[in-house]
Protein backbone atom coordinates (compact mmCIF):
# COMPACT_ATOMS: atom_id res chain seq x y z
CA UNK A 1 0.00 0.00 0.00
CA UNK A 2 1.09 3.66 -1.05
CA UNK A 3 -0.31 6.41 1.13
CA UNK A 4 0.97 9.90 0.40
CA UNK A 5 0.74 12.60 3.13
CA UNK A 6 -0.09 15.81 1.67
CA UNK A 7 -1.31 19.42 2.42
CA UNK A 8 -2.17 22.16 0.90
CA UNK A 9 0.23 25.22 2.43
CA UNK A 10 3.40 24.38 4.32
CA UNK A 11 3.92 24.50 8.13
CA UNK A 12 0.53 22.17 9.27
CA UNK A 13 2.68 19.47 9.83
CA UNK A 14 2.93 17.05 7.14
CA UNK A 15 5.95 16.11 8.26
CA UNK A 16 5.29 15.29 11.47
CA UNK A 17 2.47 13.57 10.83
CA UNK A 18 4.00 11.11 8.07
CA UNK A 19 7.06 10.09 10.89
CA UNK A 20 4.88 9.46 13.40
CA UNK A 21 2.30 7.52 11.47
CA UNK A 22 5.68 5.41 10.32
CA UNK A 23 6.52 5.32 14.18
CA UNK A 24 3.49 3.46 15.25
CA UNK A 25 3.11 1.03 12.82
CA UNK A 26 6.43 -0.21 12.16
CA UNK A 27 6.32 -3.02 14.96
CA UNK A 28 3.64 -4.66 13.01
CA UNK A 29 4.42 -3.74 9.20
CA UNK A 30 7.52 -3.70 7.04
CA UNK A 31 7.16 0.61 6.60
CA UNK A 32 9.14 2.65 4.19
CA UNK A 33 9.19 6.10 4.29
CA UNK A 34 10.30 8.21 0.99
CA UNK A 35 10.63 12.07 2.09
CA UNK A 36 9.80 13.32 -1.60
CA UNK A 37 9.92 16.96 -0.19
CA UNK A 38 13.25 17.31 -2.18
CA UNK A 39 13.54 21.28 -1.57
CA UNK A 40 13.31 21.00 2.04
CA UNK A 41 13.83 17.22 3.33
CA UNK A 42 13.21 17.18 6.83
CA UNK A 43 12.16 13.79 7.76
CA UNK A 44 15.26 12.65 8.56
CA UNK A 45 15.56 15.00 11.37
CA UNK A 46 12.72 13.16 12.97
CA UNK A 47 13.79 9.22 12.24
CA UNK A 48 17.44 9.74 12.18
CA UNK A 49 18.01 7.33 9.72
CA UNK A 50 21.57 5.76 8.85
CA UNK A 51 22.21 6.23 5.01
CA UNK A 52 23.72 3.68 3.40
CA UNK A 53 23.43 4.48 -0.79
CA UNK A 54 23.85 8.04 -2.22
CA UNK A 55 22.92 8.46 -6.09
CA UNK A 56 22.78 11.63 -8.00
CA UNK A 57 20.20 12.67 -10.38
CA UNK A 58 20.59 14.25 -13.45
CA UNK A 59 18.98 15.15 -16.34
CA UNK A 60 20.45 15.81 -20.08
CA UNK A 61 21.23 19.23 -21.60
CA UNK A 62 22.31 20.26 -24.53
CA UNK A 63 25.83 20.71 -25.52
CA UNK A 64 26.34 22.90 -28.66
CA UNK A 65 28.85 21.79 -31.37
CA UNK A 66 29.96 25.39 -32.93
CA UNK A 67 32.01 23.61 -35.79
CA UNK A 68 28.76 22.05 -37.22
CA UNK A 69 26.28 24.86 -35.97
CA UNK A 70 25.23 27.24 -38.63
CA UNK A 71 23.39 29.42 -35.96
CA UNK A 72 19.44 28.53 -38.12
CA UNK A 73 18.15 29.24 -34.28
CA UNK A 74 15.86 26.52 -34.64
CA UNK A 75 16.94 25.05 -31.48
CA UNK A 76 15.43 28.28 -29.86
CA UNK A 77 12.75 28.06 -31.58
CA UNK A 78 11.42 24.79 -30.29
CA UNK A 79 13.21 24.94 -26.98
CA UNK A 80 9.55 25.62 -24.54
CA UNK A 81 11.67 25.97 -21.98
CA UNK A 82 13.52 29.28 -22.99
CA UNK A 83 16.88 27.22 -22.02
CA UNK A 84 18.75 27.40 -25.44
CA UNK A 85 18.91 31.09 -27.50
CA UNK A 86 20.82 32.67 -30.78
CA UNK A 87 22.59 35.16 -30.52
CA UNK A 88 23.83 36.25 -33.68
CA UNK A 89 26.75 33.85 -34.05
CA UNK A 90 27.18 32.16 -30.57
CA UNK A 91 24.35 29.59 -28.77
CA UNK A 92 23.74 30.08 -25.12
CA UNK A 93 22.49 27.79 -23.35
CA UNK A 94 20.83 27.48 -19.81
CA UNK A 95 20.89 24.22 -18.03
CA UNK A 96 19.11 25.68 -14.98
CA UNK A 97 15.37 26.34 -17.41
CA UNK A 98 16.23 23.16 -18.97
CA UNK A 99 13.88 19.95 -18.73
CA UNK A 100 15.45 17.40 -20.36
CA UNK A 101 13.24 16.76 -23.25
CA UNK A 102 15.60 16.66 -26.22
CA UNK A 103 13.84 18.46 -28.79
CA UNK A 104 17.09 20.54 -29.49
CA UNK A 105 18.89 17.90 -30.60
CA UNK A 106 16.66 15.69 -32.02
CA UNK A 107 15.38 18.53 -34.49
CA UNK A 108 18.54 20.60 -34.90
CA UNK A 109 18.87 20.01 -39.02
CA UNK A 110 22.76 19.81 -38.95
CA UNK A 111 22.93 17.31 -35.97
CA UNK A 112 25.18 19.93 -33.96
CA UNK A 113 23.39 19.48 -30.77
CA UNK A 114 24.73 16.62 -28.20
CA UNK A 115 23.56 15.81 -24.59
CA UNK A 116 25.72 16.03 -21.76
CA UNK A 117 24.35 14.74 -17.79
CA UNK A 118 23.57 17.68 -15.36
CA UNK A 119 23.43 16.85 -11.75
CA UNK A 120 20.52 18.58 -9.83
CA UNK A 121 20.21 16.66 -6.81
CA UNK A 122 20.82 13.32 -5.31
CA UNK A 123 19.26 10.33 -3.71
CA UNK A 124 19.77 8.86 -0.20
CA UNK A 125 18.78 5.38 0.88
CA UNK A 126 19.27 3.81 4.60
CA UNK A 127 17.57 2.21 7.12
CA UNK A 128 15.66 4.21 10.61
CA UNK A 129 15.67 0.96 12.88
CA UNK A 130 13.18 -1.09 11.06
CA UNK A 131 11.95 1.40 8.67
CA UNK A 132 13.30 1.76 5.07
CA UNK A 133 13.94 5.26 4.20
CA UNK A 134 14.49 7.24 1.39
CA UNK A 135 15.36 10.90 0.59
CA UNK A 136 15.79 13.29 -2.64
CA UNK A 137 17.13 16.35 -2.07
CA UNK A 138 17.43 19.08 -4.77
CA UNK A 139 20.93 20.75 -5.22
CA UNK A 140 21.25 24.47 -4.08
CA UNK A 141 19.98 26.66 -7.00
CA UNK A 142 18.83 23.99 -9.30
CA UNK A 143 15.51 24.90 -10.07
CA UNK A 144 13.67 21.47 -11.06
CA UNK A 145 12.53 19.08 -8.34
CA UNK A 146 10.08 17.20 -9.96
CA UNK A 147 12.86 14.65 -11.42
CA UNK A 148 14.25 14.08 -8.57
CA UNK A 149 10.38 13.25 -7.10
CA UNK A 150 10.21 10.82 -9.74
CA UNK A 151 13.74 9.13 -8.70
CA UNK A 152 12.57 9.09 -5.13
CA UNK A 153 9.26 7.53 -6.68
CA UNK A 154 11.33 4.88 -8.29
CA UNK A 155 12.93 3.25 -5.07
CA UNK A 156 8.99 2.71 -4.13
CA UNK A 157 8.12 -1.08 -2.62
CA UNK A 158 5.37 -2.42 -3.17
CA UNK A 159 6.62 -5.23 -0.28
CA UNK A 160 6.34 -2.15 2.10
CA UNK A 161 3.54 -0.09 3.57
CA UNK A 162 5.38 2.69 1.84
CA UNK A 163 4.62 6.68 2.99
CA UNK A 164 5.00 9.24 0.92
CA UNK A 165 6.38 12.84 2.64
CA UNK A 166 5.20 15.29 -0.64
CA UNK A 167 6.24 18.66 -0.82
CA UNK A 168 3.74 21.50 0.25
CA UNK A 169 1.03 22.87 -2.10
CA UNK A 170 -0.44 21.04 -5.53
CA UNK A 171 2.38 22.23 -8.08
CA UNK A 172 4.13 19.57 -10.39
CA UNK A 173 6.14 18.19 -7.65
CA UNK A 174 3.42 17.38 -5.69
CA UNK A 175 1.19 15.53 -8.14
CA UNK A 176 5.07 13.79 -9.35
CA UNK A 177 4.72 12.39 -5.75
CA UNK A 178 0.93 11.40 -4.79
CA UNK A 179 1.16 9.44 -8.57
CA UNK A 180 -0.29 5.95 -8.01
CA UNK A 181 -0.69 6.18 -4.32
CA UNK A 182 -3.26 4.32 -2.76
CA UNK A 183 -4.34 6.85 -0.55
CA UNK A 184 -3.71 11.00 0.30
CA UNK A 185 -3.82 11.95 3.80
CA UNK A 186 -4.18 15.41 3.76
CA UNK A 187 -2.86 17.98 6.58
CA UNK A 188 -4.80 20.96 7.53
CA UNK A 189 -5.25 24.32 10.06
CA UNK A 190 -8.13 25.35 10.81
CA UNK A 191 -7.53 28.97 9.72
CA UNK A 192 -8.93 30.80 6.50
CA UNK A 193 -5.31 29.97 4.38
CA UNK A 194 -5.77 25.96 5.81
CA UNK A 195 -9.26 25.47 4.10
CA UNK A 196 -8.68 27.77 1.27
CA UNK A 197 -5.72 25.92 0.23
CA UNK A 198 -7.41 22.31 1.46
CA UNK A 199 -9.92 23.15 -1.14
CA UNK A 200 -7.15 23.06 -3.91
CA UNK A 201 -5.05 19.90 -2.74
CA UNK A 202 -8.87 18.23 -2.58
CA UNK A 203 -9.49 19.05 -6.15
CA UNK A 204 -6.08 18.05 -6.90
CA UNK A 205 -6.52 14.31 -5.34
CA UNK A 206 -10.17 14.50 -6.98
CA UNK A 207 -9.09 15.19 -10.59
CA UNK A 208 -6.28 12.18 -10.06
CA UNK A 209 -8.79 9.71 -8.79
CA UNK A 210 -6.66 9.05 -5.17
CA UNK A 211 -9.29 8.78 -2.26
CA UNK A 212 -7.91 10.90 0.27
CA UNK A 213 -8.87 11.51 4.36
CA UNK A 214 -8.03 14.58 6.70
CA UNK A 215 -6.08 15.26 9.88
CA UNK A 216 -6.80 18.37 11.51
CA UNK A 217 -3.69 19.50 13.01
CA UNK A 218 -3.65 22.74 15.89
CA UNK A 219 -7.35 22.26 16.56
CA UNK A 220 -8.50 24.78 18.51
CA UNK A 221 -7.91 28.07 16.52
CA UNK A 222 -9.32 29.30 14.15
CA UNK A 223 -13.39 28.13 13.56
CA UNK A 224 -15.00 25.22 12.09
CA UNK A 225 -15.33 25.94 8.53
CA UNK A 226 -12.52 23.09 7.88
CA UNK A 227 -15.07 20.46 9.66
CA UNK A 228 -18.22 22.01 7.74
CA UNK A 229 -16.11 21.93 4.50
CA UNK A 230 -15.06 17.97 5.28
CA UNK A 231 -18.49 17.03 6.06
CA UNK A 232 -20.50 18.96 2.74
CA UNK A 233 -17.52 17.39 0.63
CA UNK A 234 -17.99 13.69 2.29
CA UNK A 235 -14.07 13.71 3.41
CA UNK A 236 -13.70 11.86 6.93
CA UNK A 237 -11.49 14.09 9.30
CA UNK A 238 -9.09 10.62 10.50
CA UNK A 239 -7.48 12.50 13.56
CA UNK A 240 -7.70 15.56 15.24
CA UNK A 241 -4.53 17.29 16.90
CA UNK A 242 -4.79 20.25 19.33
CA UNK A 243 -3.15 22.74 19.40
CA UNK A 244 -0.82 21.73 22.50
CA UNK A 245 2.53 23.18 24.24
CA UNK A 246 4.28 20.07 24.66
CA UNK A 247 3.65 18.62 20.93
CA UNK A 248 4.61 21.98 19.91
CA UNK A 249 8.19 21.13 22.11
CA UNK A 250 8.67 17.64 20.76
CA UNK A 251 8.47 19.20 17.13
CA UNK A 252 11.25 21.78 18.06
CA UNK A 253 13.11 18.47 19.33
CA UNK A 254 12.89 16.97 16.24
CA UNK A 255 10.85 14.00 17.93
CA UNK A 256 7.75 12.20 16.77
CA UNK A 257 4.83 12.98 18.29
CA UNK A 258 4.38 8.92 18.68
CA UNK A 259 7.36 8.42 20.13
CA UNK A 260 7.16 11.40 22.04
CA UNK A 261 4.03 11.13 23.26
CA UNK A 262 3.52 7.17 23.09
CA UNK A 263 -0.06 7.38 23.64
CA UNK A 264 -0.94 9.19 20.09
CA UNK A 265 0.84 5.66 18.84
CA UNK A 266 -2.96 4.30 19.05
CA UNK A 267 -4.38 6.95 17.29
CA UNK A 268 -2.28 6.75 14.83
CA UNK A 269 -2.79 3.20 14.61
CA UNK A 270 -6.41 3.82 14.12
CA UNK A 271 -5.95 6.19 11.66
CA UNK A 272 -4.03 3.20 9.50
CA UNK A 273 -6.92 1.16 10.31
CA UNK A 274 -9.42 3.11 8.34
CA UNK A 275 -7.25 4.03 5.68
CA UNK A 276 -7.29 0.39 4.98
CA UNK A 277 -10.90 0.54 5.40
CA UNK A 278 -11.60 2.92 2.90
CA UNK A 279 -9.49 1.63 0.11
CA UNK A 280 -10.56 -1.73 1.03
CA UNK A 281 -14.14 -0.85 0.49
CA UNK A 282 -12.88 1.37 -2.53
CA UNK A 283 -11.28 -1.54 -4.43
CA UNK A 284 -14.13 -3.98 -3.69
CA UNK A 285 -16.76 -1.46 -5.24
CA UNK A 286 -14.66 -1.17 -8.33
Not at 19 to 43: F, G, H, W
Not at 182 to 193: A, N
Not at 195 to 219: F, H, S, W, Y
Request: aromatic share 6%; with cysteine.
Amino acid sequence: MIISVASGKGGTGKTMVSTSLAASIKNNYNVQLLDADVEEPNSHIFLKPVFETSHAVSINVPVVNEDRCNHCGKCAEVCAFNAIAVVKDFVLTFPELCHGCGACSYLCPRRAINEAPNQIGTVETGKAGSISFVQGKLDIGQTMPTPVVRKVKELTSREHISIIDASPGTSCPVIAAIKDSDFCLLVTEPTPFGLNDLKLAVETVKQMGIPCGLILNRAGVGDSRVEEYCQKENIPILLTIPLDLNIARLYSKGTTLAEGLPQWQENFKEVFRKIREITGERNSST
